[in-house]
């Protein structure tokens, strides 16, 4: 009998064998899994929480599939069942469920009497969830000291099988004597043991059954769900310069097709190991060699405002978030927090905050949804800061992926559709506006993006989900993100004497998804510069300073904090006053560009359209956020409207077209201008618009002027640009 005890038979048993296979055990074995079983069936019936409330047998009632337990609870109640659980979560958990099974058996007789019998045949059908309040583990300090120990870590699914049938008992029969047999298999990614030879004794004359006589019987057998995942450490785990790990998850039964690739998950788990079998030529020959992974016994999904498990927020720190909303100048204190070391530029930093804190989402009740959430775009010059907002963004959104323009793709950003090595199955892998599904995407250097991969963005950016139809793969994902991006103009620099359309150089369908665009400029000022160099050698000098450090961390992580308050507390409306107000405004906005465009003959680069209105109203929203009232007042709406006019009209309205009023001698100039072009370019042909200029030039016409007989006729169709406004066509 000295191999009685192999792990998995012993273990896979203990299910069916409630009492009557326990004689053949040690008796000593026997007894702790008894009392063991006795004391998990003790803490369903009789743990209460307040007053005549048991919460696990409620909820036995209500969901006889799966029990939700939570270690505290055991820990309260008996202190040794957790410590038990977590050095050998193996051999304890399916007692636990089988205790389980038992007490619902009986709480399941006393509704139903005269069906006792009949449920007492299933008794193996409730699954152990667990959950706890400890701390997780980092991923990569899980080593061998953890192995088959309960562990608890977090990170980000980054792919998820489909699910497949994974046999609890293989039933076996023998070819020469045609005898069954039920073999258990080991739980998670472990296989059956099957025995060499079949313990028929022969009769008289009878064949001995040969070695290895089993064949497997798969209708027989009984299967549960499986499912495995690809978990990666979360991005701020990661440490400086080394990439981040993955693991692999199995789930079973009811935990399987929970989780979506690109969700944030804290989990429990048994820590594992198994035989790879597609394992590479130089590793075949080593057997002690075992790959880990974790079988999951609990899920909790990190909600959508946090990365650090559900946002529990003690009293006093919503009290003091109350008495912060309340105070009359709560915006500009929140405007002050962010971003402090950079100087100036108040209206980004008030964008900024209105793009942390979001507006409402809505759902109408014909399933459209409209978003919530602020798109901002920086353009200018360089050395304006507009890289140091968009670190800062990222440090201080309770989730947020930073991304650069020029190592960006399309499938980088949406979602890349990959093949498996193993299975040789396609599955998706979410991109960066995926995995930043209700946080903020900081995209740098947006203007060097190929034009192709910004389209890709286009759809995210106002529907809020990304539609893939790719190796036969025909989904919609979420990303419900904001999206910061800063861009310089084609020139490098912020060029007044062109129109704004030359600066703006991004097409009108992405621009008109952004609710504020704002034009920053390194404007030369003697008496600004002065304060500006000031500041920078103070930050550079007090840099090092111990007491400073702690408080603006203090202060990053308490604005972190209300942050989440907030977008998980608020969710504020329009009042009717400030409706009427919004539409007022939004009306004269689109007469007074209508009136611009009827004057300068040109459309203005920036369209003012319905989207517009409704950044306006998120905007409003979002300062009602901030104080954490549910109306957005006019004081909000006349604030918004405010932000928008300095941000999006102001560039639509900037560069050349407001300075030149034009003079006849002008307008003989220009003349001129344009038929010496027409001269230098035939019909069909093209040239560079440098050149063209610079010939120009030295014949003695002025620069300015000879961009602006280009532009007067690129809108009479008489010439088009080609290759991002480098090449100048003449069409005939």
């Not at 394992?279 to 909600?303: D, F, L």
């Not at 025909?474 to 310089?488: D, E, Q």
């Not at 003012?608 to 549910?630: D, G, P």
Request: glycine share 6%.
């Amino acid at each position: 009998m000295s191999g009685w005890d192999e792990g998995a038979v012993y273990y896979s048993d203990q299910a069916l064998a409630g009492d009557d296979g326990a004689g053949a055990r040690g008796e000593s074995g026997t007894d702790s899994n008894h009392t063991l079983i006795q004391k998990f069936k003790e803490f369903i019936r009789n743990f209460e929480t307040t007053n005549n409330v048991f919460p696990y047998r409620e909820s036995l009632i209500h969901n006889p599939k799966f029990l939700l337990v939570d270690m505290g609870d055991l820990d309260t109640f008996d202190s040794e069942l957790p410590a038990k659980l977590r050095s050998n979560p193996a051999d304890v958990l399916p007692l636990f469920e089988t205790a389980a099974a038992q007490v619902l058996v009986n709480l399941k007789t006393k509704v139903a009497g005269d069906t006792g019998d009949m449920e007492d045949q299933t008794p193996g059908d409730v699954q152990i969830l667990l959950t706890s309040k400890e701390d997780p583990v980092s991923m990569r300090s899980l080593g061998a000291q953890y192995i088959s120990k309960l562990v608890k870590i977090a990170g980000i699914t980054i792919a998820a099988s489909r699910t497949k049938a994974k046999a609890t008992y293989v039933t076996l029969i023998c070819k020469n004597c045609k005898k069954g047999k039920q073999v258990p298999c080991r739980p998670g990614l472990g296989g059956a043991i099957v025995p060499r030879s079949c313990d028929h004794v022969p009769q008289p004359g009878e064949e001995p059954c040969p070695i290895d006589p089993w064949l497997v019987v798969p209708d027989k057998s009984r299967y549960v769900d499986q499912q495995t995942l690809k978990m990666q450490e979360n991005p701020e785990d990661v440490p400086t310069g080394e990439l981040p790990r993955n693991l692999l998850l199995s789930l079973d039964r009811h935990l399987v097709q929970t989780v979506v690739p690109g969700s944030r998950l804290t989990i429990m788990g048994i820590f594992s190991i198994y035989q790879a079998s597609n394992s590479n030529t130089s590793n075949k020959g080593a057997v002690a060699i075992r790959q880990p992974y974790i079988r999951v016994v609990g899920i909790e999904e990190t909600n959508e405002t946090n990365s650090r498990g559900p946002a529990a927020f003690t009293q006093d720190e919503i009290e003091e978030f109350k008495k912060f909303a309340a105070e009359p100048d709560a915006y500009k204190n929140i405007c002050s927090m962010i971003a402090p070391s950079i100087f100036g530029h108040d209206d980004v930093k008030k964008a900024v905050a209105c793009l942390l804190f979001g507006g409402s989402r809505k759902n109408l009740p014909d399933g459209v949804r409209l978003r919530g959430d602020i798109n901002v775009l920086l353009l200018g010059d360089p050395s304006t800061a507009k890289s140091q907002f968009l670190k800062f963004v990222e440090k201080t959104a309770p989730i947020a992926v930073y991304t650069s323009g020029k190592g960006s793709s399309a499938a980088g950003l949406t979602a890349s559709v990959i093949q498996d090595s193993g299975t040789r199955e396609f599955y998706l892998e979410g991109g960066a506006m995926v995995l930043a599904d209700g946080g903020v995407v900081c995209i740098d250097e947006f203007d060097k993006m190929r034009p192709e991969d910004r389209v890709a963005i286009h759809e995210a950016m106002e529907q809020q989900t990304i539609s893939i139809a790719k190796a036969g793969i025909t989904t919609v994902l979420n990303s419900r993100t904001s999206v910061l991006a800063a861009a310089n103009p084609p020139s490098g620099r912020y060029d007044d004497l062109k129109t704004a359309q030359d600066n703006i150089d991004l097409q009108t369908t992405i621009l008109s998804r952004f609710d504020l665009i704002f034009i920053v400029k390194d404007v030369r000022m003697y008496s600004q510069d002065k304060i500006i160099a000031n500041h920078i050698i103070k930050v550079h000098k007090s840099a090092g300073g111990r007491m400073g450090e702690s408080r603006t961390l203090k202060e990053e992580n308490w604005l972190k904090r209300y942050l989440q308050y907030c977008r998980t507390q608020c969710h504020p409306r329009l009042s009717e006053s400030a409706t009427t107000l919004l539409q007022n405004h939004y009306v004269k906005i689109r007469q007074d560009m209508r009136q611009q465009a009827n004057e300068t003959g040109e459309a203005a680069a920036i369209p003012i359209t319905v989207r517009q209105l409704e950044a306006i109203v998120r905007l409003s929203e979002a300062l009602a956020k901030m104080k954490l009232s549910h109306l957005a007042t006019e004081e909000n709406v006349q604030e918004a409207v405010r932000l928008f006019t300095v941000s999006t009209m102001d560039a639509a309205k900037s560069g050349i077209n407001q300075q030149i009023n034009l003079t006849p001698d002008m307008a003989n100039e220009i003349k001129q201008a344009e038929t010496q072009i027409k001269r230098r370019i035939g019909i069909g042909n093209h040239i560079s618009e440098r050149r063209l200029i610079d010939d120009l030039s030295r014949m003695g016409m002025n620069e300015s002027i000879v961009r602006r007989a280009l532009i007067i006729m690129h809108q009479r169709d008489e010439i088009e640009y080609k290759r991002e406004r480098r090449v100048v066509f003449r069409k005939a």
